[in-house]
């Protein structure tokens, strides 16, 4: 019996295709004359022709008395000039045993050096989109179109050159790398639980929806009741069961949708670019993501950037207004601020690990000072020239935060006048901090909890240049340390605890 088969794991490159083997010798005569036996009892039993010739027999075979054909290459054209009649019939014959679509395994069976795309595109053209469909255009056999006027040689040496600069051009090029196989396994992608060859998960949304239909079952005849004319109860039940599976069907697939189009299942690129985002700006996206199954991949990105964009202003607002408060006036003002607020915070947390004598009995290596945080980019001193949001910064990036001469929110100049003469003499607050700075002018207006401060605190907050409320609670520091060292509390560790100059 003849061998045919597909190519194997070891057939050379660039030879796919049916082979056929003498049945005797067993020499491959795919490429030359061949002799079938047309006997019903010798299926698809071939010889070539010094067998034939010599009367070898096998099997059922009986030469004498059998029938046989004469198997002949057809490689003349007869739908294109670079496609023969035997590359026609197994693309046909490819068709029938893979089924149309499957063009690379139709490539395989026809061999000669086709790919799947060429296949694809030749049946298409010739078969598909001829007037005679399912006919070719060339399918009477007195319209020739011109190919009966190529030479069988001719046709074989072109034959012949495509398939040897095929078989170069596979030679020239690198092997492919090994590649992992993606199976249906949960193991074959990043996201565990995700079968990439089966486009589902180990998991599915609702699980458990086709345990309502598992054990249904219609049996022929079932419907509407002929004596009745109405449609059987267990029918309808059915119906109504299988309407409700169909709509979790529906809500499944929508929710893959969702994940294949924002691109969900690349989580290690996604889980880089969190890296990258402030934990406040993770959170917002985080609370934004349900409106993703409302809108395309396009539309979201642009949602999700907008939302960023105000979170910005938001922050560099709130930054902006605290600067102000404090009497801050220029952006190199800010930034020394935020320095000196980080550590202040830091020698706080200090001061306050110290005040416990068991955690001062046992305390570890003190921490690392913090860095302070980057300054928004909306209000840095050097912001960019395009960013439409530089008025926030004004016109000079070095200039103050107002366009123009403007006093603090405590009643003091921003820069001392040039005119004013010198101080020769200290003031009351050059007493106490021994420099040249003008008391802080407070009073219930500015400050609603300044009624609580006895006269002589008064005069020590406005002196100090110090709030009725940061006075407070550096006041209960001090107490609170002066009673857990027996009422005596030393100058330093006063110092130490409320970072006092």
Not at 151 to 158: L, M, N, P, W
Not at 244 to 252: F, G
Not at 376 to 392: E, K, R
């Given at each position: 019996?003849?061998?045919?088969?597909?190519?194997?794991?070891?057939?050379?490159?660039?030879?796919?295709?049916?082979?056929?083997?003498?049945?005797?010798?067993?020499?491959?005569?795919?490429?030359?004359?061949?002799?079938?036996?047309?006997?019903?009892?010798?299926?698809?039993?071939?010889?070539?022709?010094?067998?034939?010739?010599?009367?070898?027999?096998?099997?059922?075979?009986?030469?004498?008395?059998?029938?046989?054909?004469?198997?002949?290459?057809?490689?003349?054209?007869?739908?294109?000039?670079?496609?023969?009649?035997?590359?026609?019939?197994?693309?046909?014959?490819?068709?029938?045993?893979?089924?149309?679509?499957?063009?690379?395994?139709?490539?395989?069976?026809?061999?000669?050096?086709?790919?799947?795309?060429?296949?694809?595109?030749?049946?298409?053209?010739?078969?598909?989109?001829?007037?005679?469909?399912?006919?070719?255009?060339?399918?009477?056999?007195?319209?020739?179109?011109?190919?009966?006027?190529?030479?069988?040689?001719?046709?074989?040496?072109?034959?012949?050159?495509?398939?040897?600069?095929?078989?170069?051009?596979?030679?020239?090029?690198?092997?492919?790398?090994?590649?992992?196989?993606?199976?249906?396994?949960?193991?074959?992608?990043?996201?565990?639980?995700?079968?990439?060859?089966?486009?589902?998960?180990?998991?599915?949304?609702?699980?458990?929806?086709?345990?309502?239909?598992?054990?249904?079952?219609?049996?022929?005849?079932?419907?509407?009741?002929?004596?009745?004319?109405?449609?059987?109860?267990?029918?309808?039940?059915?119906?109504?069961?299988?309407?409700?599976?169909?709509?979790?069907?529906?809500?499944?697939?929508?929710?893959?949708?969702?994940?294949?189009?924002?691109?969900?299942?690349?989580?290690?690129?996604?889980?880089?670019?969190?890296?990258?985002?402030?934990?406040?700006?993770?959170?917002?996206?985080?609370?934004?993501?349900?409106?993703?199954?409302?809108?395309?991949?396009?539309?979201?990105?642009?949602?999700?950037?907008?939302?960023?964009?105000?979170?910005?202003?938001?922050?560099?607002?709130?930054?902006?207004?605290?600067?102000?408060?404090?009497?801050?006036?220029?952006?190199?003002?800010?930034?020394?601020y935020e320095m000196e607020k980080v550590q202040r915070s830091n020698a706080l947390k200090n001061a306050l690990g110290n005040m416990d004598r068991l955690s001062h009995r046992y305390s570890k290596a003190t921490p690392p000072v913090e860095a302070p945080p980057p300054l928004n980019p909306l209000i840095q001193a050097t912001p960019d020239p395009g960013n439409p949001l530089a008025v926030l910064s004004g016109k000079n990036p070095g200039s103050s935060l107002s366009p123009g001469p403007t006093s603090n929110p405590f009643g003091t100049s921003a820069s001392p006048s040039a005119s004013s003469p010198p101080q020769s003499k200290k003031g009351p607050l050059s007493a106490v901090t021994g420099g040249p700075w003008q008391p802080l002018e407070l009073s219930a207006e500015i400050a609603s909890d300044f009624h609580i401060l006895t006269p002589a605190e008064q005069t020590l907050c406005m002196n100090l240049r110090i709030k009725p409320k940061p006075y407070m609670v550096i006041k209960e520091q001090l107490m609170k340390e002066a009673t857990k060292?027996?009422?005596?509390?030393?100058?330093?560790?006063?110092?130490?605890?409320?970072?006092?100059?």
């Amino acid at each position: 019996m003849t061998v045919i088969k597909k190519k194997a794991a070891n057939t050379p490159r660039g030879e796919p295709g049916v082979r056929y083997y003498c049945d005797i010798c067993a020499i491959e005569i795919t490429s030359t004359v061949r002799i079938r036996c047309a006997h019903p009892s010798c299926t698809e039993y071939d010889l070539c022709v010094p067998c034939f010739t010599n009367g070898r027999q096998s099997n059922n075979h009986n030469c004498a008395t059998h029938p046989y054909h004469v198997m002949e290459q057809h490689s003349v054209p007869i739908f294109d000039p670079d496609w023969g009649a035997d590359e026609e019939l197994l693309l046909l014959e490819g068709a029938e045993i893979y089924g149309l679509g499957s063009w690379a395994d139709i490539a395989d069976h026809i061999g000669g050096g086709r790919d799947k795309e060429e296949v694809k595109k030749h049946y298409i053209d010739t078969y598909i989109n001829s007037s005679k469909f399912p006919l070719p255009e060339l399918s009477d056999p007195n319209d020739t179109g011109g190919l009966d006027k190529i030479s069988k040689e001719e046709f074989q040496a072109k034959k012949k050159r495509r398939i040897e600069a095929k078989k170069a051009a596979l030679q020239a090029s690198p092997l492919p790398p090994k590649q992992k196989p993606t199976t249906s396994g949960p193991s074959c992608h990043e996201v565990q639980g995700y079968m990439p060859g089966r486009l589902e998960f180990e998991t599915e949304f609702d699980n458990d929806g086709e345990h309502a239909v598992a054990a249904m079952l219609f049996e022929p005849g079932d419907g509407i009741n002929p004596a009745t004319g109405q449609l059987e109860p267990e029918v309808e039940l059915k119906a109504t069961v299988m309407d409700i599976y169909n709509s979790k069907l529906t809500q499944r697939a929508l929710r893959k949708r969702v994940m294949f189009e924002h691109g969900l299942l690349e989580y290690r690129k996604n889980q880089s670019i969190d890296k990258k985002r402030t934990k406040e700006e993770r959170d917002l996206l985080m609370k934004s993501k349900p409106f993703a199954r409302l809108m395309n991949k396009r539309d979201y990105e642009e949602f999700s950037d907008g939302l960023l964009r105000e979170l910005t202003l938001r922050q560099a607002v709130t930054q902006l207004q605290e600067w102000r408060k404090n009497g801050i006036i220029s952006f190199e003002g800010g930034a020394t601020y935020e320095m000196e607020k980080v550590q202040r915070s830091n020698a706080l947390k200090n001061a306050l690990g110290n005040m416990d004598r068991l955690s001062h009995r046992y305390s570890k290596a003190t921490p690392p000072v913090e860095a302070p945080p980057p300054l928004n980019p909306l209000i840095q001193a050097t912001p960019d020239p395009g960013n439409p949001l530089a008025v926030l910064s004004g016109k000079n990036p070095g200039s103050s935060l107002s366009p123009g001469p403007t006093s603090n929110p405590f009643g003091t100049s921003a820069s001392p006048s040039a005119s004013s003469p010198p101080q020769s003499k200290k003031g009351p607050l050059s007493a106490v901090t021994g420099g040249p700075w003008q008391p802080l002018e407070l009073s219930a207006e500015i400050a609603s909890d300044f009624h609580i401060l006895t006269p002589a605190e008064q005069t020590l907050c406005m002196n100090l240049r110090i709030k009725p409320k940061p006075y407070m609670v550096i006041k209960e520091q001090l107490m609170k340390e002066a009673t857990k060292q027996g009422g005596v509390l030393k100058k330093r560790t006063a110092k130490e605890l409320c970072s006092v100059r």
